[in-house]
């Protein structure tokens, strides 16, 4: 496809320009995507903060996303033009051990695109084929937009492998906990108590699936815990508020022998009572981003009704408001979930 095409870039903290640049050609194992739908998470955040301990500016950004293919590579054999679709934003090299033994998420020189390599923020986007996953038809491509945060939850709540009619702790309930507890019912949690120190966020969470809610602002984790399930306490407690004061919740509070798993990334560098870890023989187990089999449970979820991604909407903003979403989302901290940018807006 010849012409050109608007690409979002950061050239610095809190500053975002566009360019045309030429529409990239197609390679034989390639498909083009006509971008429609891109998500904002945590880490965005980070970057456009000037936070993120590794990027480098100017980037451009990109990586929870949904589109339509519009040109295929002469080598692709199983994709074609007009399919809806999302996208693993991963860079692996498939040569290092874990990449060698299917865990490719922990590749030891892993890029992911957006903030090592080029993301999708730009009208089209060439994608080597194998990094492309079909969307069902009912999906809608906002909802497309969120399969990758989802997919995220699906691969944390499955480093439990004894989740099926499991008691859970989810600690945080911002769009990775609230989606993270729908993962968990999704996969057979029995009861998931969820914690955060907003209300609006708590009464999210119980519409969407949390059995009990805590604002630990006003009630005590300890006693809440013992109320909700009794002195057996939670199988596994999922950490996914980043901070150290809900990781010492987690550690003081959790039944000896059991397992703590974070998902949060951690801004800064922790403060942890391995002492008391050592003493209760906790498991303290963690999760990476996630592989094509979460990508591929994560839409099977939504398609079957088990997960709701609508009610995470927030606010859409134009492609070129980019810079007004991230602002928004700095004035609206508690109430806002998931800021979609509508790179076509013609397209639901």
Known sequence: MNGSMTQQRMTAPRTITFREVPIPP?????VLVKIKKIGVCGSDIHVYHGTHPYVTYPLTQ???VSGQIVEVGECVK???VGQKVTIEPQVFCGRCHPCLHGKYNLCEKLKVMGFQTTGT???YFAV????VTLLPEELTYGEGAMIEPLAVTVHAAKRFPELKGANVVVLGCGPIGILLIQSLKALGAAKVMATDISDTRLA???SLGADVVVNTAKEDYATRLLETFGPDKADVVYECAGSDITMEQAIQNARKGSTIILVAVFGKRASVDLAKLNDSELDLNTSMMYRHEDYVDAIRFVKEGKVQLKPLQSARFAFRDYQKAYEYIDNNRE???KVLIDVDPSEE
């Not at 197609?26 to 390639?30: A, I, N, Q």
């Open 26 to 30: 197609t390679g034989p194992d390639e």
């Open 62 to 64: 990109g990586h929870e």
């Open 78 to 80: 199983d994709l074609q």
């Open 121 to 123: 923020a730009s009208d």
């Open 128 to 131: 080597d084929a194998s990094k």
């Open 204 to 206: 999210l969470a119980a």
């Open 335 to 337: 109430t806002t979930m």
